[in-house]
T-cell receptor, first 116, second 112 residues
Framework: AQSVTQPDIHITVSEGASLELRCNYS??????LFWYVQSPGQGLQLLLK??????LVQGIKGFEAEFKRSQSSFNLRKPSVHWSDAAEYFC??????????????FGKGTKLSVIP | ETGVTQTPRHLVMGMTNKKSLKCEQH?????MYWYKQSAKKPLELMFV???????ENNSVPSRFSPECPNSSHLFLHLHTLQPEDSALYLC???????????FGDGTRLSIL
């Protein structure tokens, strides 16, 4: 079975600083990888996804993530954080269920606080 | 507007009540999902429906009963819940195959 580890529960950065959120996964085959963001009182919004091809993927809101198979990682980065980026971020790995849909396994999330 | 609408947004109920959560997706997707989000725990997949057929049931207690009358609507019927069932219940949908899931804003459920 697949699993996802987000080692940082809470990260605080200053506005304008760079950001990297870590994600490590365990999965026996080529994974489908996702980053989602959740603002308070809201559902999850997809930031970006990796299915295949270029290992550096671009997402919305200026985020990018790099898939490193050798390290089983899919870290999320942003060069300059804005106050509106304060939220909780979830990494997820997807696996087909063999019935036309697939299951996402989520990490526990990293809460990002931004200091003005 | 996320394309996935959940009602109600908040629900408070006693342990003996019966209530239902509703989810509607306007994205033309074929698969729908129920997740439970509790504090300090990863999102837990509860049920998966694909083309109205239940394809996954992740050992969810029978006090949770899903219903999927068509590909656009998904319900979660609740009865005789326990305090530990208090959580945010999220609905999601996706196109069939390995496509990203789109989430609603959830229903915050509190059991008294």
């Amino acid at each position: 079975a697949q699993s996802v580890t987000q080692p940082d529960i809470h990260i605080t950065v200053s506005e304008g600083a760079s950001l990297e959120l870590r994600c490590n996964y365990s999965y026996g085959a080529t994974p489908y990888l996702f980053w989602y963001v959740q603002s308070p009182g809201q559902g999850l919004q997809l930031l970006l996804k990796y299915f295949s091809g270029d290992t550096l993927v671009q997402g919305i809101k200026g985020f990018e993530a790099e898939f490193k198979r050798s390290q089983s990682s899919f870290n999320l980065r942003k060069p300059s954080v804005h106050w509106s980026d304060a939220a909780e971020y979830f990494c997820a790995v997807g696996a087909g269920s063999g019935a036309g849909s697939y299951q996402l396994t989520f990490g526990k999330g990293t809460k990002l606080s931004v200091i003005p | 507007e996320t394309g996935v609408t959940q009602t109600p947004r908040h629900l408070v109920m006693g342990m003996t009540n019966k209530k239902s959560l509703k989810c509607e997706q306007h994205l033309g997707h074929n698969a729908m999902y129920w997740y439970k989000q509790s504090a300090k725990k990863p999102l837990e997949l509860m049920f998966v429906y694909n083309f109205k057929e239940q394809t996954e049931n992740n050992s969810v207690p029978s006090r949770f009963s899903p219903e999927c009358p068509n590909s656009s609507h998904l319900f979660l019927h609740l009865h005789t819940l326990q305090p530990e069932d208090s959580a945010l219940y999220l609905c999601a949908s996706s196109q069939d195959g390995a496509q990203p899931q789109h989430f609603g804003d959830g229903t915050r459920l509190s059991i008294l």
